[in-house]
């Protein structure tokens, strides 16, 4: 697998029909659906509302990047679709479930089944080798057999490039190689949905490329990819881009596809 480049017949689309129904998702429902959200965090001083009545939803398939400046609202968007958080009022539909009628040990089986989650740091346990760190999402939700969790972790590192590191401890990689190992991670349970927070933040610029290209192609292969950034150069990889200003969506632009050279 080449990691720094697409081949050439790719392109950075929206996935098809057939490919977002074989991640398990009915086509004529969003995979995401918010209605009139709002969040507000109670604090010493005055309340602040972090969304302000943020709809929108989001297709099976769809590559999405919300941007906008520190204090925009990003984060706590991330948040809400992952049921880290729950909104103040309003609604979060993902994939076919209403969070808020979840408990929270029911919306921790949840995303350990549908969500896989990016950080900026990594979030590498630092005692656990590359590949445990990719087999403790599987033990947490016991989708994959116990014989086949090793095998299938070694075969998302593959997938992500870096299979030679597997036995090594994330101290010993560089910031591109333990992000690869977090994407591996993420997708431990086959999760319909990816969701990534600022996950080119604390890489240089070289290897926040080849780690966007990685994310198009994981799309491009029918996943549904959100995700927080402040890359400028975001538009040539995604099919959507979603501006938010002030806790409210200032812009909902789609963009062209065009052929990654």
Do not use: C
């Not at 996950?199 to 240089?204: A, S």
């Not at 995700?227 to 881009?241: A, K, P």
């Amino acid at each position: 697998m080449n990691n720094n480049r697409f081949d050439e017949s790719t392109t950075r689309h929206q996935a098809t029909p057939h490919q977002a129904a074989d991640q398990g998702l009915p086509l004529s429902e969003p995979i995401i659906d918010l209605h009139q959200i709002v969040k507000t965090y109670e604090a010493p001083s005055q309340p602040f509302t972090a969304l302000r009545g943020v709809s929108l939803r989001v297709q099976a398939g769809e590559f999405v990047a919300v941007v906008g400046k520190s204090g925009s609202g990003k984060t706590t968007l991330l948040n809400l679709l992952a049921g880290i958080d729950r909104p103040t009022n309003g609604a979060v539909s993902v994939a076919g479930t209403d969070l808020h009628a979840l408990s929270e040990s029911q919306l921790a089986e949840w995303r350990g089944r549908t969500i896989g989650l990016v950080f900026q740091f990594f979030q590498l346990l630092p005692t656990l080798t590359v590949a445990e760190n990719v087999m403790l999402p599987m033990e947490f939700a016991t989708i994959v057999p116990a014989a086949e969790r090793q095998p299938k972790a070694l075969a998302l590192l593959d997938r992500v490039g870096i299979r030679d590191q597997a036995d090594k401890l994330p101290v010993t990689l560089s910031g591109g190689q333990q992000q690869r190992a977090a994407i591996a991670r993420a997708l431990a349970n086959d999760p319909p949905l990816l969701l990534a927070d600022e996950p080119t933040g604390n890489l240089d610029s070289a290897t926040s490329t080849s780690i966007l290209e990685l994310f198009a192609e994981l799309n491009a292969e029918g996943r549904t990819v959100v995700v927080v950034t402040h890359e400028r150069d975001i538009s040539r990889y995604i099919s959507r881009q979603i501006t938010l200003l002030d806790g409210r969506v200032e812009a909902d632009q789609l963009e062209t596809a065009e052929v990654i050279p």
